[in-house]
């Protein structure tokens, strides 16, 4: 029988996340676990580490942080801020992960939220110029503008 699972579990594996405790994926997800983020559409616990481990082969030193939590009997919202890049480049995002878990705690349908055009897209030379005006362009007048 698989042990339970608690919040707190969940929050310090995200939190303490790195290439050797990806082996413990099965302890947090049920086998057949959905996973969405604004990239990414993947069922089974293998597909789940593949995102990880794409992260931690593309990113320098990327790192969860959960700053909230909303819970009720059947899942939790965790706000966080997700920290890469090295010290002179450093990047947060910031987002929102929507948990749901079976009877055990473990989480069988993870969805992330984040502005991919915000958090990520504006830091870029050419398409972030071009994000930031077309927000200009789109953004309601406020009073005196």
């Known amino acids: 029988m698989t042990a339970l699972v608690s919040l707190d579990d969940i929050v310090a594996f995200y939190e303490t996340l790195d290439t050797a405790r990806l082996a413990e994926l099965g ?18 616990v293998a597909a789940i ?15 969860f942080r959960v700053t909230d939590r909303i819970v ?22 910031r987002g929102a992960s929507h948990l749901r878990f079976d009877t055990r705690g473990r989480i069988e349908w993870h969805r992330d939220y984040w502005d991919a055009a ?28």
Not at 27 to 44: C, I, L, Q, S
Not at 72 to 93: M, Q, T, V
Request: one cysteine or more.
């Open 27 to 44: 302890r947090f997800y049920t086998a057949d676990a959905r996973f969405k983020d604004p990239f990414n559409e993947v069922r089974g």
């Open 49 to 63: 580490r593949r995102v990880f481990e794409h992260m931690f082969e593309t990113l320098e030193h990327p790192q």
């Open 72 to 93: 009720d009997s059947s899942g939790a919202i965790l706000l966080w801020e997700f920290h890469f890049g090295s010290p002179r480049r450093a990047r947060c995002i």
């Open 118 to 145: 915000e958090e990520l897209y504006a830091g870029l030379p050419v398409i972030g110029w071009l994000m930031r005006r077309l927000q200009r362009a789109l953004r309601a007048p406020q009073p005196f503008d």
